[in-house]
């Protein structure tokens, strides 16, 4: 099958996590996406995990997930005759993906109004802490930085407990899916006649966008403000809480749900009992009844009878245990790919599921400057001897 984006070509001059994702999911629904890395290298390629290589050396995982589906070439964007190369190569290009502070590509003549000059209808995605404008554009910032300003930190957490922020770079990936989105909606917009454009992706902005629901009850909580949702406590109404083999979630949203489950729990004095049915203002006494019920149970048993009853559970579950699933086995989310030294490594596939042109990883991460004269020799028509110039000079590797 064809993939959706086939006919789509893509420059990533992206690091990190945020751009890369973005890049990538364009190259899984079919586009060709060529990463453009500085010499020496994407910094992420030293990011953990770093995994054995089978001749005792150690590869990034995290490179290898970031930067499947695109071959790789190495342009120095220092120098001039670097900059002079990507507008050549942006000319034959779509789409350009970044992630470099707001100016950066401006002061090396790459940027958007360089390249849309070069090349027409050209979109520019850009994606970083702040967006392109305003007071805090130019500073710097992460994941841990996402969530402290976006209220999340103040929000997370338990009572009486230190803000916490989400674990990963749950942020950055969320602005990844942002700026893949966006994307496909300048190229959609393109398509049906219109210009090209420079998608502009803020980090904080992508994850403050998520939190609207709590943003929005916040306006009317009081002198707190947008950070004023409460914060968790630790017990079943709130979280997953220990059984016989883990921890497990109940979601009790309404009366008969309640009744159920009580009465799944051995707790039919609780499925009927009024005292009982206004959950958070009896929550501890509440707690005190559940908590050793559930804790007598193991979490797959759990998770049948109460999913039967249609009460909303969950177990949690560990890495391995997801992987080994037979629900993700039969919809075959995770995804062997062959990865240079590794091997075949799983790896999580697509977010969604297109009936006619599905998500397929194509190629794995490439070694650094792997596909660099196939790539000039495909896009601008250059000669091996071409080629090996451009290498001797440094403006290429």
């Known amino acids: 099958m064809t993939g959706a984006l086939s006919d789509i070509r893509v420059l990533d001059v992206s690091t990190g996590v945020a ?42 995982a995290f490179f290898a997930y970031l930067n499947a589906d695109k071959r790789g070439i190495v342009v120095d964007l220092e120098s001039a005759g670097g900059q002079a190369l990507f507008r050549a190569l942006a000319r034959q290009a779509d789409v350009v993906v970044e992630s470099y502070p707001p100016g950066y590509l401006d002061d090396r003549r790459v940027g958007y109004d360089l390249l849309d000059a070069a090349r027409p209808g050209i979109i520019l995605t850009s994606i970083t802490p702040f967006g392109q404008s305003g007071p805090w554009r130019d500073r710097p910032g992460d994941d841990l930085t996402a969530y402290a300003l976006s209220g999340w930190a103040q929000s997370n957490g338990l009572a009486g407990k230190p803000p916490l922020k989400g674990s990963g770079y749950q942020a950055s990936y969320l602005a990844g899916l942002a700026g893949f989105l966006g994307t496909l909606a300048a190229l959609v917009h393109r398509e049906r006649g219109g210009e090209g454009q420079h998608v502009d992706v803020s980090v904080l902005e992508a994850l403050t966008e998520i939190y609207g629901p709590r943003f929005l009850g916040a306006q009317h909580s009081g002198p707190d403000g947008a950070v004023g949702a409460p914060r968790e406590r630790l017990d079943f109404v709130s979280g997953p809480v220990p059984c016989a083999d883990g921890y497990f979630a109940l979601t009790l949203s309404r009366a008969h749900f309640w009744r159920d489950a009580m009465n799944e729990l051995g707790l039919p004095e609780l499925a009927t009992d009024e005292h009982f049915w206004s959950r958070l203002a009896n929550r501890e006494d509440l707690a005190a009844k559940v908590q050793p019920a559930i804790a007598r149970r193991g979490k797959a048993e759990l998770f049948e009878k109460l999913s039967a009853l249609r009460v909303v559970s969950g177990m949690v579950l560990s890495t391995e245990e997801l992987y080994a699933d037979p629900h993700v086995r039969e919809r075959g989310f995770f995804v062997d790919l062959e990865q240079p030294g590794l091997g075949r490594v799983p790896m999580p596939g697509a977010p969604f599921k297109m009936s006619e042109t599905p998500f397929a990883y194509r190629r794995p991460a490439p070694e650094l400057g792997q596909h660099t004269d196939e790539v000039l020799s495909e896009y601008l028509g250059l000669a091996p001897e071409d080629v090996a110039a451009l290498r001797a000079s440094g403006e290429v590797a």
């Open 19 to 60: 751009g890369p994702f973005c890049a990538r999911l364009l190259g899984d629904f079919g586009a060709d996406v060529v990463k453009v890395e500085p010499p020496g290298g994407d910094p992420a390629r030293g990011l953990e995990p770093l995994v054995p290589e089978r001749d005792g050396g150690l590869r990034s």
